[in-house]
Every structure is written in structure tokens, then in C-alpha cells.
């Protein structure tokens, strides 16, 4: 069956990641229609001889005007070095390929400075001489504090070192004797020659997120707890993206659909691909990712990841995506699309904070509870139960079960054409026959007794039956479907639509309902 999804999409964005209790770092993402990419900014060696270290020395002189031409934050009690955070826009050009914005300083003339403190660092500094040879490593997981530009085209605003003491969370400038009126252009014969080596700060690939089966989360692990314009990506294979943080809701809700468009899009052309190595009645309609909400909640975990699948006759419940055709053995449960009732929770029905919830009651009458991210994959399981309950119904055609009616052992069918046929299980014989818009309404007591309330349609009036089944919410789940396919045949457009259509002449499915004493 055919789902339609929005167009698979390509996007760009730098934004912040967090992994485990680390500052949040600039990360780049760029979504293709298989795979998301996560970047984060380096420093690479573009010429010379092969260089495999991360550290470079560069010497640089003081300048009459505009002294170092550098600006620094950060140092050790902040856990990190002390950082380079700008560059005068005279001295840039002179520094193409030596120095960086987020270049860690380690060594100042020979002197360890990891430790060191900012103040320390910008005392060294001072007393280095006209002189100063710098050993720098580029910081690929600045803390966002420093707020670096992701740019070098910033123009440099120098800090009066004269008055006040440096700090670790502001830009101190290395420009003794810079005066901001100063127009005369710096003298480049007094800088450093370029060496052979050469570097340049770039984009490089952090991790690649097979797109096939991943699964989104905007949730703790295990939680309710929606993180606040955040979620990550997990593949298939547990890879994880890290916690991707936005500056706007709008941002983190459009990256969300857009990745899910995508997923969604995957699974769509993976579903026709399997579909060809099985017959007609054991097709997949639809399967991806959805949290369970635990029965039995250990310690604190009250969601784990499930991946559901409709085929066939079934829905199945897996850990982890069936690859092979023995996988699908494997499944953790399964249940009769036809004796399973899928119903979308509206908010009074949650059951925490979780949103884009739905139930599936089983035909032991347990309550399945399942969340997923977004609206619109709610709305894609919806259709998906509808579906896969219409094609098995208009397969099968008629469900015959057990039941006792007046301490006799009598059969009854819901059959697709004819309706409800209740017959002597010994003989046989036809005991009565309603069609299903004869169906007026029903109630059950909960545990195994369901009241039919019939029309009769010579005299009109309302003729009651009463069963008894072994398999109480297995029948009302039937009746429900066939109900449901009934209608669907009768209105061509229901197998097209989202929602469920309805048709005169016959009763409200609810009219079939659970739990409604008699």
C-alpha cells in the first residue's frame, strides 16, 4: 500500500551538539535523502611535507601598531587552554594559514601554558618581547561560552590591557600601543614568511547517520522529558548523533520533519523491496520505530524503543528492525491485525507528558501504549492500522467463533457479505441471520458476555441475543474490523484518506465498544 510522504529533503545548518555532560560545541549538519552528516570544524594540513601531529608552532613579532593583533578567552578555570577568539583584520591576512580562531595556545616560547590560568597567559604574553613563538592546537570542541565565529572575517575590536584585569569570558586584546584612529596600513617585511606547511580550517565529517532505519528522539532516554529544541538521531545499528541543540523551536520542528520526511521516504522504497520476496496476503504495509510505555517500569525507564511492522495478517513487535527473512521469526510478540484495536490518544487520554501517543488493545484486552515524535507519524500509523485491517478483512471474508447462547454451543460468523450468522455448533443449522446495518448497537459486561441489539426488518422492532466467548475482546476487535471494512468498500475514498468514513444506513463503530456494561 502506498503512503504518501512530503518530498525528501536536503538541508544545511550549523548549530550546537552536547554529548553526555560536555559543553555544547558548533557542529555542522547536512541532510541528504539516505544519510545525515554531522561536521565539526578542524584544522588540516593542505601542503608540505605529510604532518600528522595537531600542533603547530608559529613565531609571530610584536608590531608597533596593533601589537600581537590577537584576542584571547578562556584558560584553565575553564578547564581549557586559553583560546584565540579574534584576529585584527590587518594582521589576517599576514596569519592565513598559521593562526586560527580556536586555536588552543599550549606552549608560549617554550612554556607550558595548558594549566595556566587567563591571567597567567596574558601576563606571559606581555613580557614575551617584540618576539613570540606560539604552539596552538585547534580546539574542535570550543565550550559555547566563547561564542566563536564560525568565520574568520570578523573585524577585530581591541581591549585596553592599560586599565582592569583580563577575563576569562571576555576577548582580551593583544594590542599594546593600537590606536583605534590609526589608518596607516602595518608593514608586512617585519612578519614571518609563510613556511611549506600550510593549514586551513575546515568541515570535516564527524559522523554519518545512516538514515534507513534510524529512529528521532526529543526525550531523556527512557523518560517523558522532552528536551527543550533539541533531539537526537540513533541508526540502526545504536550509532548515536549526540543531543543536536537549536536556537528556536521552529528550527528543531522543521529539522524534525524534514529528517523524518526522509526516513519515512526510505522505509517506503526498502517496504516495496522486501514485498517482492513475499506473496500477496504476507505483504508489509508499514513499519519504523515507536517507545512503549514499560508495565513494569526498572529503574526509572518508562519507555523503550519497539520497532513495529504490519504484514500480512500481523503486527509485530520487535527490539531491532528485521533484516533477514528469519528475523521476522524472531519478533518479540504478534498479534491479529483483525482482533487488535488501534486507537489514537487525544490529550485527556495521556498518560504523562509524552504527546503522539496511540494504544493498541490486544484480544487478551491488555492496553499496548506506543509514542512517536511528530503529528504527522501518528497520523502515517493510523492509516497504516486501517489499511492493513481492510486488505486482511477483504481476504479472509469470514471469522467464525465459539460461544454459548442459552447453555447451547453455538458458533457465530461475521461474514463480510452476509453479515452476522449464528448457527448449532453440533448441527449446523442456521439459528438466526442480521445483516450489519440491522446492528443497532451492543454492550458487554467486560469479561466474556456481549448483547447484540438487532433490527428486525419486516417489523422493525429490536430483537436482543446475547453470547457468551472465551475470547470476549478478540470478537468485539472482529466485528470492529469488519465494521470498518465494510464501510471502507462501500466509500472508495476511505482507503485514500486519513480519516475513517462514515456511510448512511449504518451504525457508528463505536457502536461496537469495550468495556460498556450491559
Known amino acids: 500500500m502506498d503512503f504518501k510522504t512530503s518530498n525528501e529533503e536536503t538541508k544545511t545548518g550549523i548549530y550546537l551538539m552536547q554529548e553526555g555532560n560536555e559543553e555544547p560545541f558548533n557542529i555542522r549538519l547536512h541532510l541528504a535523502r539516505d544519510i545525515l552528516t554531522i561536521q565539526e570544524q578542524d584544522v588540516i594540513c593542505l601542503s608540505g611535507e605529510p604532518f600528522y601531529s595537531s600542533e603547530r608552532t608559529v613565531t609571530i613579532r610584536r608590531q608597533t601598531i596593533g601589537g600581537f593583533g590577537l584576542s584571547i578567552k578562556g584558560g584553565a578555570e575553564h578547564k581549557i587552554p586559553v583560546v584565540i577568539s579574534k584576529i585584527s583584520k590587518e594582521q589576517k591576512a599576514e596569519l592565513s594559514g598559521l593562526l586560527f580562531i580556536g586555536d588552543g595556545i599550549l606552549q608560549i616560547n617554550g612554556i607550558n601554558v595548558r594549566s595556566y590560568r587567563h591571567e597567567e597567559v596574558v601576563q606571559v604574553l606581555r613580557n614575551a618581547g617584540e618576539e613570540v613563538t606560539l604552539t596552538v592546537s585547534f580546539l574542535k570542541k570550543t565550550p559555547a561560552f566563547l561564542k566563536l565565529p564560525l568565520c574568520e572575517d570578523c573585524t577585530c575590536i581591541p581591549s585596553d590591557q592599560s586599565s582592569g584585569t583580563s577575563s576569562p569570558l571576555c576577548d582580551s586584546g593583544l594590542h599594546l600601543n593600537y590606536h583605534p584612529n590609526n589608518t596607516d596600513t602595518l608593514s608586512c617585511s617585519s612578519w614571518p614568511t609563510s613556511p611549506a606547511l600550510r593549514w586551513e580550517k575546515r568541515w570535516v565529517d564527524l559522523r554519518l547517520i545512516p538514515l534507513l532505519h534510524s529512529r528521532l528522539s526529543r526525550y531523556s532516554p527512557g523518560s517523558d522529558s522532552c528536551r527543550k529544541n533539541a533531539f537526537q538521531v540513533i541508526a540502526m545499528d545504536g550509532v548515536c548523533s549526540g543531543v543536536v541543540q537549536f536556537a528556536t523551536a521552529e528550527d528543531c520542528l522543521d529539522w524534525l520533519q524534514a529528517i523524518s520526511s526522509n526516513i519515512s521516504s526510505l522505509t517506503k522504497h526498502n517496504v516495496k523491496k522486501i514485498n517482492r520476496n513475499f506473496p500477496v496476503n504476507q505483504q508489509i504495509i508499514y513499519m519504523g ?171 422493525k422492532s429490536i430483537e436482543a441475543k446475547e453470547l457468551e466467548f472465551s475470547n470476549l475482546f478478540a470478537v468485539l476487535h472482529c466485528i470492529h474490523a469488519f465494521f470498518a471494512a465494510k464501510v471502507a468498500c462501500l466509500d472508495p475514498m476511505f482507503v485514500e484518506s486519513q480519516g475513517t468514513a462514515t456511510t448512511a444506513g449504518f451504525p457508528s463503530l463505536s457502536a461496537i465498544s469495550c468495556h460498556s456494561q450491559t
Request: proline residues 2%; negative net charge.
Open 289 to 459: 520505530w515507536a517507545d512503549e510505555k514499560e508495565q513494569d517500569s526498572v529503574q526509572d525507564r518508562m519507555y523503550s524503543p519497539k520497532f513495529l511492522a504490519l504484514r500480512g495478517s500481523s503486527l509485530f513487535k520487535f527490539s531491532a528492525p528485521p533484516v533477514t527473512t528469519w528475523d521476522w521469526t524472531r519478533a518479540e510478540k504478534s498479534f491479529t491485525v483483525y482482533e487488535i484495536m488501534f486507537k489514537i490518544l487525544k490529550d485527556n487520554d495521556l498518560l504523562d507528558k509524552r504527546k503522539h501517543c496511540f494504544s493498541v488493545q490486544t484480544e487478551s484486552g491488555e492496553d499496548m501504549f506506543f509514542s512517536v515524535e511528530l503529528d504527522c507519524e501518528l497520523l502515517i500509523w493510523e492509516k497504516a492500522f486501517q489499511t492493513a485491517t481492510f486488505l486482511e478483512v477483504e481476504r479472509i471474508q469470514c471469522k467464525t467463533y465459539a460461544c454459548i447462547m442459552e447453555s447451547h454451543l453455538m458458533g457465530l460468523t461475521v461474514d463480510f457479505t452476509m453479515g452476522f450468522v449464528c448457527f448449532d455448533a453440533a448441527s449446523k443449522a442456521v439459528l438466526w441471520r442480521y445483516k450489519f446495518s440491522q446492528l443497532k448497537g451492543s454492550s458487554d459486561d467486560g469479561k466474556s458476555k456481549i448483547k447484540f441489539l438487532f433490527q428486525n426488518q419486516d417489523s
